[in-house]
């Protein structure tokens, strides 16, 4: 229901359009607007209605409605929600968003999650509204898992089980193979009721928990298991058909054939028959799934009625034991197909008649014929096959029985006469293994009638309440199944004959189906009933299998399998289902039941293990969205399921088990490398965060021993207005230096405000992080904004590295162009890095002449790697040629080692104690000892430490605009003329005119002295620095006063100087007729003769290493140092100068 307000004008002095620009202002942040003139004086009387449930809406002056912002704040207008129009777009409304999940219907299975599924809106919108599923426990999970677990498996194989592994042995094995499935379904239930789990099954689950590496890895395991389970049904199904229903039906006649040839016809049999099945199968996948559906019920009421049946004749054995006789020959199970009485002779009113058993083992039927020797021996006895439960046969059967292939299959509590080397004749008419049997391979047999646990967490879609039909209907199905296999163990060894048991083909019971002879009320229940139940596993395994190979191809995470996402128009995988058919019939190639059970085990075993880990570790990393509606699991109990089944894996077969790990850790790495990248908030990212934090926890803030120190790398690069970086080869050096393994950080600095410089941080971040792939340095990037770039550089020092994870040494590029006015703030911004980096400890490299290091795609085929070690700081000079010689751009290097021996040293001994000292470092290296004489410093060095402290006095102490200062250092470079002396005097060239640009030819011979006396054109007028603080009361000044400081002539209208204050021409008169500072003469002198030595020794070297010389305490000789810095390494290619962080980083000791 609407409510209506009226706002009425009072005293005519506020008006509507004012009382709207008030309540916009108040609610929208706009400006009130105008007034609105006559018309707003005529809407006196302002109406705002309401909205409610069924009233229309109507227009309010109060809502900004402008045609632009309509139709985007449609849903919030008359809703009270103005206040977050603008956010409508990243933060919709609750009830847009109740109502979108209110709509909201499984996909197809494994299909991409809901969020991803939202591209498709015009595709969705023509789709025809989806019913809702309805489905529940009974139906939709209890019915489908007991259909998957009871199989072929049950019918021929499980009496033979009990019979070689005894009643003890098979229970365990039941009770092993029970105990995993049931731990796995506790922790699939936890994983299928954390959230809405779309009809994808284990893939599903594996994926989003473990991640995508994990997900592809197992999924495809997992779908490889479903194929072999359809090819194991198929063989099944087959050897039902060609042994107990129709064995007429052999392309390759059994009849007559013996030993090694009567295996291989019945092998041929199952693969052509198999293959012809698999044909069918996939057609009728093929043409609609629907017809295999309707289909289900058929299959499932099969087995059902044959379990019952069974269960019937147990019940039967107690009060009437059904007749079904064996043969023993001694203690030998004889064949049962081609004689009818179990005796040698048999009395007739014609006297003594030989019978049809006498004429297999005799050469006539006279009674004087030659028999074969065991036969005579011993005698004929009739057992029964199914004795009943009441008959105590359970004691003989308690144990096992293994047999080696083609051992005779006896009656353990049964005398025979025979000889121990005696050759075994008529091999053909005994019960013979047809297999070598030991435990573990009862277990690979076993497993796969376990399986299908995860039949109803598949058909999740399909579910009315999945969250609680999944658990309970799992459940209650392992349940049953484990209590109808645990009992059907008891049962057969309590009602049948061991011998029976033993006989894996029925062929000493006239050929019947073992478990069909203890049915009721006939054995041809259970042979129909399991043959059309093999044929409805088979169906549903070639219908999931390609479903699930589809969603695995449409996630995208193995783009090798990206063609199996297309199919049909109607989303049926027709690709995926030809890879499954040619699986499979690999698998029926192999022809044997036996030997294909253990290889689809190892595929579900490993499924299951992930099943449990993805549980566990969300259990045990407590993620909050960790939060299942089954509450009944623990992380113990998926632990003890991961290790039941890594244990069962190698006890099925070990090299199987390897060889699946072999497979899943090759699809793992594959999509890890060649995969898409995919994002699905999965338990590994938690648990590498986890781990991370634990990491950094234990790691001590304190600095590491000098046996643990590698070099971790902050780097400074500097960006242009495109925020491209401007030395892309400081990345190349970056990691031609990271065989340190260390941590590398690339940070860079932006003037300005982080509000104002969002979208240029975001660009220089990806500016980053593209060259970082380019020159495939791994690590971080950092980008800091401050007010000016002084600031944001000390912030990165500073912030840079978490706990103790954080950088021990900068690398940053030698300032270009430093000696240009307009680069003034530039040099003084190094220099302050360089003092902040000795005051944090960290040790600092500068390659200088950056532009001329190789890039990582470029080999040095020979050269030298030069280290002039002039003072100890550490060992960083040592340290970093053996890391660059790492890389293969550097390999093929030597490198050398200069150290300085003054006067006093005994440099004989000085190069003996080096070259043991590289020894015990294990370091190779040539060794040179270069003695430096004391030598009187020279005038040239006098003159250039004068103009250059001239050059800074004159620059510090005045304050000039541009023309003023070139008119002033043109006449300071004429009268200084005459006292500059170079070494080589015809090296002197005429002056150039300071106010216009000389050509590159004249400025490159311009005397060294001018170009550093001389400023460039553009040279702005130079700001008071921090280097030269001003007192208060001049930088209370004005900037016409600022201006006025100056010696030339005042302009008119200037205002007059202050009182007291120095004239300028003064001071530079005193400037030239300064002397030079002692202290910078012997620097000057020292940079010199160095420079001069390293010239000598190493101007073909491939790189130079040597020591950087701090800067001056006293701020006033800033610019004095970065001179002495460029005299140094004057004449050198490629330089890195190297300041240590204060600590040993190299040690002799291991």
């Not at 113990?636 to 899943?664: D, E, H, K, N, P």
């Not at 020092?797 to 040494?809: E, I, P, V, Y």
């Not at 902040?836 to 190789?854: D, Q, R, W, Y």
């Not at 302009?1051 to 008169?1069: M, Q, Y």
């Amino acid at each position: 229901m609407s409510q209506r307000f009226t706002v009425s004008k009072s005293g005519g002095e506020r008006r509507p359009s004012d009382i709207q620009g008030e309540v916009n202002q108040l609610f929208e942040g706009d400006d009130p607007p105008a007034s609105g003139g006559a018309e707003a004086e005529d809407a006196a009387e302002v109406v705002l209605v309401l909205k409610g449930d069924s009233n229309p809406k109507e227009s309010s002056p109060f809502i900004n409605s402008s045609d632009a912002a309509a139709e985007k704040s449609q849903q919030y207008d008359g809703k009270n929600m103005a206040l977050f129009e603008e956010e409508m777009d990243t933060s919709p409304m609750v009830s847009s968003l109740l109502s979108s999940l209110a709509n909201y219907s499984n996909l197809p299975q494994g299909s991409k999650e809901h969020e991803e599924a939202e591209n498709n809106d015009g595709e969705s919108s023509r789709k025809k509204p989806v019913k809702a599923p309805q489905l529940g426990t009974l139906m939709g999970v209890y019915m489908p898992c007991i259909q998957n677990i009871f199989g072929v498996i049950l019918f021929l194989r499980m009496t033979w089980l009990v019979g070689i592994g005894g009643v003890i042995g098979t229970f365990l094995i039941v009770f092993m193979c029970c105990s995993t499935t049931m731990l796995t379904a506790i922790s699939m239930s936890a994983i299928a009721t954390n959230g809405v789990v779309p009809a994808g099954g284990a893939y599903y689950m594996i994926s989003r928990s473990l991640g995508p590496e994990f997900g592809g890895a197992v999924g495809i395991c997992f779908y490889l298991g479903t194929t072999y389970a359809g090819a194991m049904y198929i063989l099944g199904a087959i050897e039902l058909l060609l042994i107990y229903i129709y064995p007429g039906a052999a392309i390759f006649p059994l009849e007559g054939l013996e030993g090694a040839e009567a295996e291989a016809a019945l092998l041929n049999n199952m693969r052509v028959y198999g293959t012809i099945l698999l044909t069918s199968m996939a057609t009728v996948v093929f043409v609609g799934v629907k017809y295999v559906n309707k289909l289900a019920l058929v299959f499932l009421a099969c087995v059902i009625l044959s379990i019952l049946a069974v269960y019937a004749g147990v019940i039967k054995t107690a009060v009437d034991p059904p007749d079904f006789p064996v043969c023993l020959l001694g203690n030998r199970t004889l064949v049962w197909k081609t004689f009818d009485v179990c005796a040698k002779t048999v009395e007739s009113a014609n006297g003594t008649v030989t019978t049809q058993l006498w004429n297999m083992f005799c050469d006539s039927p006279l009674l004087n014929a030659t028999c074969d020797k065991y036969f005579v021996e011993n005698n004929l006895t009739q057992v029964q096959g199914i004795p009943g439960v009441m008959s105590g046969i359970l004691a003989e059967n308690l144990f096992g029985n293994y047999y080696e292939k083609g051992d005779l299959i006896a009656r353990t509590n049964m005398d025979s006469v025979e000889e121990q080397d005696q050759p075994l004749t008529s091999s053909n008419r005994y019960v013979l293994a047809d297999i070598a049997s030991f435990f573990t391979l009862l277990v690979g047999i076993y497993f796969p009638s376990v399986t299908g646990i995860m039949a109803g967490s598949n058909r999740s879609g399909d579910l009315r309440d999945a969250q609680k039909s999944i658990p309970v209907g799992t459940i209650a199905a392992i349940t049953t199944t484990s209590i109808v296999y645990m009992s059907s163990v008891f049962l057969f060894g309590a009602c049948i004959e061991g011998v029976v048991l033993r006989d894996k083909f029925g062929e000493g019971v006239h050929g019947n189906l073992v478990i069909g002879t203890l049915a009721w009320p006939s054995p041809w229940v259970i042979v129909i009933g399991s043959f059309f139940s093999t044929c409805g596993a088979g169906l549903q395994s070639l219908t999931g299998a390609p479903r699930l190979l589809q969603a695995i191809a449409k996630d995208g995470i193995v783009p090798a399998l990206r063609i199996f996402g297309h199919g049909k128009a109607n989303g049926e995988p027709t690709w995926s289902l030809l890879l499954t058919a040619c699986i499979c019939e690999s698998g029926i190639l192999i022809a044997s039941l036996d030997l294909v059970a253990p290889i689809l085990s190892m595929f579900f075993l490993m499924c299951y293990m992930f099943v449990n880990l993805a549980c566990a570790l969300q259990t045990l990393l407590r993620t909050p969205n960790w939060r299942p509606r089954f509450k009944f699991y623990h992380w113990a109990l998926s632990f003890l399921g991961m290790s039941l089944c890594l244990t069962l894996m190698f006890i099925c077969s070990w090299y199987y088990a390897i060889v699946a790990m072999v497979i899943a850790g090759s699809i793992y790495k594959y999509i890890e490398f060649a995969g898409a990248e995919k994002e699905w908030g999965d338990g590994i990212r938690g648990l590498s965060l986890s781990a991370a934090r634990y990491a950094l926890m234990r790691l001590d803030e304190e600095p590491p021993h000098t046996k643990n120190w590698r070099p971790q790398l902050l780097v400074l690069v500097s960006t242009d207005s495109e925020q491209n970086v401007e030395q892309p080869r400081l990345l190349s050096l970056t990691n031609q230096l990271k065989a340190g393994k260390g941590l590398t950080i690339v940070g860079t600095a932006l003037e300005g405000t982080y509000l104002e410089n969002y979208s240029q941080t975001q660009k220089a971040e990806q500016a980053l992080h593209k060259l970082m792939e380019t020159e495939k340095v791994k690590g971080f990037c950092q980008v800091t904004v401050s007010s000016n770039l002084r600031d944001a550089t000390s912030h990165l020092l500073q912030a840079s590295g978490l706990g103790g994870l954080k950088h021990n040494a900068v690398l940053v590029s030698w300032p270009r162009n430093w000696k240009q006015g307009d680069e003034n703030q530039t040099w003084r911004n190094f220099i302050e890095l360089v003092r902040e980096t000795t005051a944090a400890n960290l040790a600092m490299l500068v390659p200088k002449n950056i532009s001329a290091f190789p890039s990582n795609g470029e080999r040095f085929t020979e050269g030298h790697i030069d280290v002039w070690w002039i003072v100890h700081d550490g060992g960083m000079l040592m340290l970093l040629p053996f890391l660059l010689r790492q890389h293969k751009v550097w390999r093929k290097c030597r490198m050398r080692i200069f150290t300085v021996a003054q006067m006093d040293d005994n440099s004989i001994q000085m190069k003996k104690d080096l070259t043991t000292f590289l020894y015990h470092l294990r370091i190779d290296a040539m060794v040179e000892v270069v003695e430096m004489h004391d030598s009187d410093i020279s005038a040239y060095t006098y003159e250039k430490t004068l103009v250059m402290e001239q050059r800074s006095q004159m620059l510090k102490k005045i304050n000039l605009t541009k023309n003023e200062r070139e008119r002033e250092i043109q006449s300071i470079t004429d009268s200084s003329r005459g006292s500059i002396r170079r070494k080589n005097p015809a090296a002197v060239t005429t002056q150039l005119s300071v106010t216009e640009e000389p050509p590159a030819a004249a400025k490159e011979e311009k005397p060294e002295e001018e170009v550093q006396l001389i400023h460039d054109n553009t040279t702005p007028a130079s700001p008071a620095t921090p280097a030269t603080p001003l007192t208060p009361g001049e930088g209370a000044q004005s900037p016409g006063e600022q201006v006025q400081m100056t010696w030339t002539e005042k302009c008119d209208g200037e205002p007059d100087k202050p009182p007291g204050a120095a004239t300028p021409g003064g001071a530079i008169k005193d400037i030239f007729n300064m002397k030079p500072n002692q202290f910078n003469v012997r620097r000057m002198h020292t940079a010199l003769r160095l420079n001069e030595v390293i010239i000598k020794k190493s101007s073909e070297a491939k790189l130079v290493l040597l020591n950087m010389p701090g800067p001056p305490k006293n701020r006033t000789g800033d610019e004095n140092y970065m001179e002495f810095l460029e005299v140094l390494t004057d004449g050198l290619n490629r330089v890195l100068l190297v300041r240590g962080g204060g600590r040993e980083v190299i040690t002799i000791y291991s």
